[in-house]
């Protein structure tokens, strides 16, 4: 059998006629660049997500830039990651000027441990940063608490959870990317929600924060020829944003099936001595956008899925704080020493709306047998 990571075909063969007609509209109207469908999918997301404001941007790292430009981050200014991410949440802090500071992760849901935040907060700092990561909202309700003590602003790292929730002291039920002053998504093909190429959006609900990201993602332009700032191109393509809006309508019943796979996967998964299935917390919903175990023997069991046909990654094997493009930051072994770790024994499965319990049942026998031997 052979398994892919993940099978984008399977999602697209749902939409077939709907992303042709999405595609073959923008080229009759030929509106490339800000066209329509930018404005229309903003307005649908923002809905999706529960937030008064979107703007459309050229990656999730984009988004994730700009809503830090628009908050007044720069040099001298210091922002608080999770040391086990995918390095862009720390690319985009550098992008600013201001410096990364990682804060080590929780051993259970692999979010940032708000308990060691306060111990990273100096004078500079700026912003708290939690990413959601693979689809599990990080501990909101706590790390506003501490924004709250500490006056700093909150920028959701959401490229992993779109639709994903989190139960709030109030009783709601909250959309990650609706929590902090901004919220950042990538519509990288391969995530929850995914175009035909990159794409990213930042959610807010102030109008400043809106206001700000406008512009400076379109070369700071207010309107036609008034530049008021020195602003980039980060633009959302009209077509992305046109297959986009067709790919939003099914993100919910996605999200569903990734939920239902891993359900079936725990099943299957629970009783295996040496694995460690994810662990979800009791108040969040969470949207796998990625199904991590954990073993001790990695190498051996990558293999051995490989070698049957399964599409296995690893996200990360190396935490951010020892890459060496942050060498220069002085961070060393032992700083982190839970995301050091994890770093070693996670292991991504293949997750996709469209996994079969049969899959999963061939994946599950590889791994007995691999953790037999
Ligand atoms: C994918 C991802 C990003 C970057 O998104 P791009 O669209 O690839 O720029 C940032 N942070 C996390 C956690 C991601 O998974």
Same mark, same amino acid.
């Given at each position: 059998?052979?398994?892919? #990571?993940? /099978?984008?075909?399977? %999602?697209?063969?749902?939409?077939?006629? !709907?992303?042709?007609?999405?595609?073959?509209?923008?080229?009759?109207?030929?509106?490339?660049?800000?066209?329509?469908?930018?404005?229309?999918?903003?307005?649908? @997301? $923002?809905? #999706?997500?529960?937030?008064?404001?979107?703007?459309?941007?050229?990656?999730?790292?984009?988004?994730?830039?700009?809503?830090?430009?628009?908050?007044?981050?720069?040099?001298?200014?210091?922002?608080?990651?999770?040391?086990?991410?995918?390095?862009?949440?720390?690319?985009?802090?550098?992008?600013?000027?201001?410096?990364?500071?990682?804060?080590?992760?929780?051993?259970?849901?692999?979010?940032?441990?708000?308990?060691?935040?306060?111990?990273?907060?100096?004078?500079?700092?700026?912003?708290?940063?939690?990413?959601?990561?693979?689809?599990?909202?990080?501990? =909101?309700?706590?790390?506003?608490?501490?924004?709250?003590?500490?006056? +700093?602003?909150?920028? !959701?790292? &959401?490229? %992993?959870?779109?639709?994903?929730?989190?139960?709030?002291?109030?009783? &709601?039920?909250?959309?990650?990317?609706?929590?902090?002053?901004?919220?950042?998504?990538?519509?990288?093909?391969?995530?929850? +929600?995914?175009?035909?190429?990159?794409?990213?959006?930042?959610?807010?609900?102030?109008? !400043?924060?809106?206001?700000?990201? #406008?512009?400076?993602?379109?070369?700071?332009?207010?309107?036609?020829?008034?530049?008021?700032?020195?602003?980039?191109?980060?633009?959302? /393509?009209? +077509?992305?944003? $046109?297959?986009?809006?067709?790919?939003?309508?099914?993100?919910?019943?996605?999200?569903? =099936?990734? %939920?239902?796979?891993?359900?079936?996967?725990?099943?299957?998964?629970? /009783?295996?001595?040496?694995?460690?299935?994810?662990?979800?917390?009791?108040?969040?919903?969470?949207?796998?956008?990625?199904?991590?175990?954990?073993?001790?023997?990695?190498?051996?069991?990558? %293999? $051995?899925?490989?070698?049957?046909?399964?599409?296995?990654?690893?996200?990360?094997?190396?935490?951010?704080?020892?890459?060496?493009?942050?060498?220069?930051?002085?961070?060393?072994?032992?700083?982190?020493?839970?995301?050091?770790?994890?770093?070693?024994?996670?292991?991504?499965?293949?997750? @996709?709306?469209?996994?079969?319990?049969?899959?999963?049942?061939?994946? &599950?026998?590889?791994?007995?047998?691999?953790?037999?031997?």
């Amino acid at each position: 059998m052979n398994i892919p #990571f993940s /099978d984008l075909n399977a %999602q697209h063969k749902e939409i077939r006629k !709907e992303i042709s007609k999405a595609i073959t509209g923008v080229i009759e109207r030929g509106d490339f660049i800000l066209g329509q469908d930018v404005a229309l999918f903003e307005k649908a @997301f $923002a809905q #999706f997500c529960g937030v008064n404001y979107a703007v459309g941007v050229s990656s999730g790292t984009s988004a994730l830039f700009l809503a830090l430009r628009a908050l007044g981050v720069g040099p001298n200014d210091e922002v608080i990651v999770p040391a086990f991410t995918y390095i862009a949440t720390a690319s985009a802090v550098s992008y600013t000027g201001a410096k990364p500071v990682f804060v080590d992760i929780e051993e259970d849901t692999y979010n940032i441990d708000v308990s060691k935040i306060k111990k990273a907060i100096t004078k500079n700092t700026k912003v708290i940063m939690p990413v959601h990561l693979y689809g599990q909202p990080a501990d =909101m309700p706590k790390i506003l608490e501490l924004a709250r003590q500490y006056e +700093l602003k909150i920028v !959701e790292d &959401a490229a %992993q959870a779109h639709g994903a929730k989190i139960k709030m002291p109030s009783g &709601a039920w909250k959309p990650v990317g609706s929590i902090g002053d901004a919220g950042c998504f990538s519509f990288y093909p391969s995530k929850n +929600l995914g175009g035909l190429g990159d794409g990213g959006l930042v959610a807010a609900n102030h109008k !400043e924060i809106f206001d700000s990201v #406008f512009m400076l993602r379109n070369c700071g332009r207010k309107s036609k020829y008034d530049h008021v700032v020195v602003g980039y191109n980060a633009r959302l /393509d009209t +077509l992305q944003a $046109a297959v986009l809006r067709e790919k939003l309508k099914k993100l919910t019943p996605w999200n569903r =099936m990734r %939920q239902n796979a891993a359900k079936i996967y725990n099943k299957y998964l629970g /009783d295996i001595n040496g694995v460690i299935i994810p662990y979800a917390a009791p108040d969040v919903q969470h949207v796998y956008h990625v199904y991590a175990i954990r073993v001790k023997n990695r190498e051996k069991v990558y %293999q $051995a899925l490989k070698s049957k046909g399964v599409g296995v990654i690893i996200h990360y094997p190396i935490p951010v704080h020892l890459q060496k493009a942050y060498e220069n930051l002085g961070y060393k072994k032992g700083d982190c020493p839970v995301s050091e770790k994890i770093a070693q024994e996670i292991i991504s499965l293949p997750m @996709f709306p469209h996994l079969k319990e049969s899959q999963i049942k061939y994946i &599950a026998n590889i791994l007995r047998k691999a953790l037999k031997e």
